[in-house]
Nanobody, 114 residues
């Protein structure tokens, strides 16, 4: 059974930075595409950033140039470095392994506020 566990969320001031981590167990991590999504109350869960098993990445337009997704296959971990955070980045961030039909974490809250 695949388990996905996120960490690293919290409260940060506008312009600040956070790094989210996601550890995956129970699967051959290096073979799977990984993604970070976010969701606010009453809205759908949207893709923020994704990275393929080969290391190619793509980003939502709203975070390009500010967020960076990376992976460490030796640690079964994917990261989301978030810089220049804005209040509109406030959301619950979810890690996904293997696409929308794959495994999801429980989410980690990111709040950007002064």
């Amino acid at each position: 059974q695949v388990q996905v566990v996120e960490s690293g969320g919290g409260l940060v001031q506008p312009g600040g930075s956070l790094r989210l981590s996601c550890v995956v167990s129970g699967s051959i991590f290096r073979f799977y595409d990984m993604g970070w999504y976010r969701q606010t109350p009453g809205k759908q869960r949207d893709l923020v950033a994704a990275i393929t098993s080969g290391g190619s990445s793509n980003y939502a337009d709203s975070v390009k140039g500010r967020f960076t997704i990376s992976r460490d296959n030796t640690k079964n971990t994917v990261y989301l470095q978030m810089n220049s955070l804005k209040p509109e980045d406030t959301a619950v961030y979810y890690c996904n392994s293997g696409g929308v039909g794959g495994a999801w974490g429980q989410g980690t809250q990111v709040t950007v506020s002064s």
